[in-house]
Structure formats: C-alpha cells, structure tokens
C-alpha cells in the first residue's frame, strides 16, 4: 500500500486550488495574464505580483459547482490588499447569486495571510469587512469552509472571517490567531508572549490547541486525499451553527476563568471541557464603573441618560432610546481580562456585542426592524496571551456575524465614530454598518496597528512610514484620508468632539435619524460602498476586478 503522503502546504496556492477540484475541472478567474496588479505598490518600491497573492479558481468538487480561493502566503505574507480582498469578495458575492437564482455554489478558501497588507492598510481593512460580510450570507446556502494547512496560517482580519465559516479543517501546523506573536510582544511586552518561543506558541494557537478549544472543527495530516476525504464528509453532514453564534457556549468559558495567573494550554481544555453551565456574570453596572472615554460620553449624551443594561461588569455599554439600540465599547478598570482594561475590544467585549445584537435580532424577528447604533472608539484589539489562547479572533468574529446578521435581516446599523477605530476593532465594531458617520476631528483615526507595529512589520522607522502614508492615503491614519476611499458616508464637520454643545449633540441625533431612514429605503449589502463619487475615484481596482470576475464568472 502506498504510504506517501501528498503535501497541500508544500504546493503553492494555484496548485493548491487544482489539486482539491476535481481533476481537469479547474478554471481560473483574474488569472496572471488578465494583468490585474495592486496599483499601490510600486510607489512604495514594491514589485507587484500578476496575481496580488490570491488564486480564484471555479471548478467542481465531486460533481458540484464550487469556487476555491487560496490565498499566496509567499507574496507579502499572504496580505491583503485591494486587488486580491475585492477577488475574494467578488468571487464569494457571486457565489451568493448563484444561490439565490437556484444554482447551487460552494466555496472553499484555503488560508496563508498574516492579514491585511500594511502597505494597502484600509484598502485591506475595507475588504475584509466585505469578505466578512458575504460569508455571513453565502453560508445561509451552502457550508463555506476554511482549509488552514500551514506555513503561515490564519492571522488578522482574515482570522476574523475563518472564525465566521461553517467549517475549518486544520494541520498540527495551521495557527490561527487575530495578532501574530510578534505585535503582541511590541504591544504588551515579551512577559506577555515571548516571540521566540516558537513551541509555546504552537501550543497555544497550533492546530491541536485549536480542535481541543472548539476553534477548528477537523484536524486532518498534511494530506490532499484527506483534506478532501474531510470535506466529502463535512458536505454530507449538511449546515450546521457557526461558532460565532454560539453566544452563550463561549461566554459560559470566559465567565468561568480565573486569571490570578496565566492560564495554561492544558488548563485551557480542562476549563472548555468543564465549562457546560451558563455564568452570568453580569453583577455590576458597566456605565458607572467604565471610564468616561470619547465614546462613553457620546453614549450617554445620545442614550439621554437611558439606563444601560445592568448586566454587564465588562466595558460594554448598552441601552435603548427612542426605539433605537446604542452599543459603545468603553475603558473599564476592573476588566477581568486585563489587556481589555483601556477600552480595547478583547474577549468578553465582542461576545457581548454579539449578546445584544442578537437580543434585538430574536426580539424583531417578527417586527419592525430596530435600528443599531455603533458608537466607535476604540483604540485597537486586545494584545495579550490569554486573548490568543481563547481566541480573540473567534470574539470578533461573533460580533461581525451579529452585525452583519442583523444588517441583512433588515436592521438599519449605523456606525458613528468619534475616536479611534482601529483594527481588529474596527472590523468588529463598526464595519459591518449599512452606513457610516465620523466626526471631523483630529482624534477620529482609523487604521490597521499603532504606528510602532506597522513601522516593526514593514521594517520601516516611523518617520518612513509617515512619508509613505503622504504617497498612499489608505496608510494614512487621519478620517479624511480615510473619506477618499469611499466608505465613510459622511464626515460631520463643526462639532466638538470631547465637549458638544446641546445644539451639536441634536444635529447628531438628526443625523442618525435621517441615515436610518435612507438605509430602510435601501438594499442591505455593500453594494452602495463602490456607487459613491469617492469609490470611483479611488476605489478603481475594486470596481474593475469584480467587473472582470462577473464577466469570467
């Protein structure tokens, strides 16, 4: 009997797509030769890749129609940018068609990215969001799986969407984790996460850990017949919940953690596998107790004092007003996750979100649809080694399916953000509006890390990449670099961002009265994003790759 074994990792991410479709099925979109390539990187000394990194591949899988995306973890790191992010989400929105008009459409996306592609930064970040978004909704039709074989692995934002997916198959090798060892040690410290410790790190976010904590669903050998062999099965066991709706499972586990000190791997299954009753944890009252951040304040000058839910001793605020639901992330002190304590998003953060949006969501099921009001100031994800371990990513990834779930349910969302939106953060709190309002002020950012860890990353000083963001503005970090790229609906100009008069606070309160009531006129995907004078102009590539893709498709 023959005992080899065929490599998926070896294989680069075109041979990887042939060898999971059916033999001489194999077809691809936005290949090389259509010359498609990012139109950002060569003013940044770049060479730019034929491809930008990602192979969109048609086919059929056993007999079906199914479209293979794998990502190239050998082109800048498997970053995403906007040619290859608009590949991805143009290759799924097309799938999602294809369902809806009865034909049934399965998608695959094999994963080798550290994330979003710093030199393309909002671009990136943009993109993800609409990948997000169209897993969401193509998984309503067919199972949309994750393959993670190795070498790289799964890392930021793109973490975010496989933490979305019906299913992920992994290797011992595949990793999956939102901040790569390396940011969290420049963010938090090597006491935190010591980068080199490349076997710790294994068996912290490594494949085994993954299966053990119920963030991967099958972990399979480095082996194409049984990747395939996995998929067979996954295809005949039907839909299934994703994770990320699984609210109350995953606070059940953080709500029955202690950390007086780190928790280890090991302990980590005991904790998950004894961890079958609900906790409530939600003794004290988060407005009191939070810090009165940029945000904090804009919730309680928008809730008019409404009562915040008396649930929550974690940093996320929560009340209704005038028949609208206001959530805001928000500095908390007493955090029992300490990297969350300064009002970035960690893991009970986004589970919450996800809890009351899908409270508004069961509440509506058979109503009007509420409108949910994000209210965005968030300095960045938690950086930290207990996030790693109990997967932030899986944290964000539930509070996107929330948002994301209610927008296409017909929920108005509205994000207004009013300080920093960065990252992860973002992505969870924020992105997955139907529209978007910001405040003209020069302490609303948005952007992918701090400055320090991109400059790391890119091996760049600061002072270079402040040059480069003057070349690029989606590296920029300002929100009017950020209105050029079509995305922000509106950035409110004349009102004081820390202290609003009564007359400011009211032209808010209009604003997001007028913008919900254009949403409900509206569709409820992204499609207006790419309609906007601003997307137009600087949104080219992304416009023209999902052209190129419908006229392949």
């Given at each position: 009997m023959n005992t080899l074994k065929d490599s998926l990792v070896e294989r680069y991410a075109r041979d990887r797509v042939k060898a999971l479709l059916d033999e001489g099925s194999f077809r691809e979109l936005i290949g090389p030769y259509d010359g498609v390539e990012s139109p950002h990187l060569a003013d940044q000394q770049i060479v730019p890749q034929s491809d930008d990194g990602v192979v969109v591949g048609k086919g059929t899988l056993e007999g079906v129609p199914t479209v293979i995306i794998a990502i190239e973890g050998n082109f800048q790191g498997g970053g995403i940018g906007e040619v290859s992010g608009a590949k991805i989400a143009g290759a799924l929105e097309l799938a999602i068609e294809d369902n809806k008009k009865g034909k049934k459409t399965r998608a695959v996306i094999v994963f080798d990215t550290g994330g979003v592609r710093l030199q393309e930064?909002?671009?990136?970040?943009?993109?993800?969001?609409?990948?997000?978004?169209?897993?969401?909704?193509?998984?309503?039709?067919?199972?949309?799986?994750?393959?993670?074989?190795?070498?790289?692995?799964?890392?930021?934002?793109?973490?975010?969407?496989?933490?979305?997916l019906s299913a992920i198959i992994a290797t011992k090798e595949g990793r999956i984790g939102l901040n790569g060892p390396e940011v969290v040690e420049l963010e938090a410290g090597i006491e935190e996460i010591d980068s080199?410790?490349?076997?710790?790190?294994?068996?912290?976010?490594?494949?085994?850990?993954?299966?053990?904590?119920?963030?991967?669903?099958?972990?399979?050998?480095d082996d194409v017949d049984q990747i395939k062999n996995c998929l067979h099965q996954i295809y005949k066991d039907g839909l299934s919940q994703p994770r990320s709706s699984q609210v109350e499972r995953y606070l059940s586990l953080l709500n029955s953690i202690s950390l007086?000190?780190?928790?280890?791997?090991?302990?980590?299954?005991?904790?998950?596998?004894?961890?079958?009753?609900?906790?409530?944890?939600?003794?004290?009252?988060?407005?009191?107790?939070?810090?009165?951040?940029?945000?904090?304040k804009w919730f309680n000058l928008l809730t008019k004092g409404a009562e915040s839910y008396k649930r929550d001793a974690e940093s996320v605020?929560?009340?209704?007003?005038?028949?609208?639901?206001?959530?805001?992330?928000?500095?908390?002190?007493?955090?029992?996750f300490y990297r969350a304590r300064n009002g970035e998003l960690g893991l009970k953060e986004g589970w919450m979100l996800a809890k009351y949006i899908r409270e508004v969501i069961e509440a509506d099921r058979n109503g009007e649809k509420r409108p949910i009001v994000a209210i965005v100031d968030v300095p960045s994800q938690a950086y930290g080694y207990h996030e790693e371990l109990f997967g932030i990513h899986q944290a964000c990834a539930a509070s996107v399916d929330a948002y994301a779930t209610a927008r296409q349910k017909g929920h108005p969302i509205i994000s207004l953000v009013?300080?920093?939106?960065?990252?992860?953060?973002?992505?969870?709190?924020?992105?997955?509006?139907?529209?978007?309002?910001?405040?003209?002020?020069?302490?609303?950012?948005?952007?992918?890390?701090?400055?320090?860890?991109?400059?790391?990353?890119?091996?760049?000083?600061?002072?270079?990449?402040?040059e480069a963001t003057?070349?690029?503005?989606?590296?920029?970090?300002?929100?009017?670099?950020?209105?050029?790229?079509?995305?922000?609906?509106?950035?409110?100009?004349?009102?004081?961002?820390?202290?609003?008069?009564?007359?400011?606070?009211?032209?808010i309160e209009e604003k997001i009265s007028s913008t919900i009531d254009l949403v409900r006129m509206s569709q409820h995907d992204f499609s207006h994003r790419l309609k906007s004078d601003m997307a137009v102009e600087n949104r080219v590539a992304s416009i023209k790759v999902r052209k190129l893709l419908k006229e392949q498709w």
């Open positions: 930064a909002n671009y990136g970040l943009i993109a993800i969001s609409e990948i997000g978004s169209a897993i969401v909704e193509l998984r309503q039709y067919a199972p949309v799986i994750g393959i993670v074989p190795g070498k790289i692995g799964s890392f930021g934002g793109m973490s975010i969407n496989a933490g979305l080199q410790d490349r076997q710790s790190i294994w068996g912290m976010i490594g494949g085994e850990q993954r299966l053990a904590m119920g963030l991967v669903d099958h972990l399979v050998d007086e000190e780190k928790v280890s791997p090991l302990k980590a299954r005991e904790l998950w596998s004894e961890s079958d009753e609900v906790h409530s944890g939600f003794e004290n009252d988060a407005s009191s107790q939070s810090e009165q951040t940029r945000g904090a605020l929560c009340a209704d007003q005038d028949g609208i639901r206001y959530l805001c992330v928000t500095a908390h002190p007493e955090a029992s009013v300080g920093k939106a960065i990252s992860g953060a973002f992505l969870a709190h924020g992105l997955q509006a139907n529209r978007i309002l910001a405040l003209d002020d020069e302490g609303v950012n948005i952007h992918v890390m701090s400055k320090q860890s991109a400059a790391k990353i890119t091996r760049r000083t600061i002072p270079e990449l402040e003057s070349k690029v503005p989606a590296m920029a970090y300002d929100i009017g670099s950020f209105a050029t790229l079509g995305t922000l609906d509106e950035l409110i100009k004349d009102v004081q961002a820390d202290q609003p008069t009564n007359d400011q606070v009211k032209r």
